[in-house]
């Protein structure tokens, strides 16, 4: 089993499911998230979420206004404004 990622906006929920990777731009800079990364907080920067999904499919997702959370094998993004661009 993978990485469960929620994709969250103010509006919806943008896309749910697993993951092998998602990279997303925090006021750190970009940060990959694979399973087993360490437990995090971080603010979300306006740009892109990367996801490349269990069977190898990628996409990607503008996302602005919101935090990185990482708690086990679970990583949330919550953000005002979220919507998948390809």
């Known amino acids: ?3 469960q990622v929620t994709l969250v906006s103010a509006e919806a929920e943008v896309w749910t499911g697993e993951a092998n990777l998602v990279v997303a731009k925090t ?13 995090m907080l971080a603010i979300l920067a306006e740009g892109q979420v990367r ?12 996302a602005r206004d919101g935090f990185v959370s990482m708690e086990g094998d679970v990583l949330t993004i919550v953000a005002g404004h979220a919507a998948l661009t390809s």
Do not use: S
């Open 51 to 62: 996801i490349t999904q269990a069977d190898g499919a990628k996409f990607t997702a503008d």
């Open 1 to 3: 089993m993978g990485l």
């Open 27 to 39: 006021t750190e800079g970009e940060i990959g998230f694979m399973q087993g990364h360490e437990p």
